[in-house]
């Protein structure tokens, strides 16, 4: 069982930086892929950044490539997104997952495939 409590979120203006960082409980933190997700009022989740146990390969959709990156302290059992440059469509309640996996090397896109969710936090972007 994995626990996660995301924190960091908060109301900023168009092409500030935020940092999100989400606190992990349980054991075999690195057993488990991490993703980022994000979902806006009316939309569906959509994942903004995802993330293999070992940390060595993530996943960006086009629409946040080169302005977001997650990272990962399997020491201190805390994923991290860093947001950067950001615009008004990025507004949405931010939630990280965690997925049990058998390789450290593979990470998922797809919110159908994480096991445990955080509660979410509120991104909002002012332009």
């Known amino acids: 069982q994995v626990q996660l409590v995301e924190s960091g979120g908060g109301l900023v203006h168009s092409g500030a930086s935020l940092r999100l960082s989400c606190a992990a409980s349980?054991?075999?933190?690195?057993?488990?892929?991490l993703g980022w997700f994000r979902q806006a009022p009316g939309k569906e989740r959509e994942c903004v950044a995802a993330?293999?146990?070992?940390?060595?390969?993530?996943y960006y959709p086009d629409s946040v490539k080169g302005r977001f990156t997650i990272s990962r302290d399997n020491a201190k059992y805390t994923v991290y997104l860093q947001m950067n440059s950001v615009k008004p469509e990025d507004t949405a309640v931010y939630y990280c997952?965690?997925?049990?996996?058998?390789?450290?090397?593979?990470?998922?896109?797809?919110?159908?495939?994480?096991?445990?969710w955080g509660q979410g936090t509120q991104v909002t972007v002012s332009s």
């Open positions: 993330i293999s146990g070992n940390g060595g390969r993530a």
């Open positions: 997952a965690a997925a049990r996996v058998l390789s450290s090397s593979i990470y998922f896109d797809r919110p159908g495939l994480y096991n445990y």
């Open positions: 349980g054991r075999t933190f690195s057993t488990y892929a």
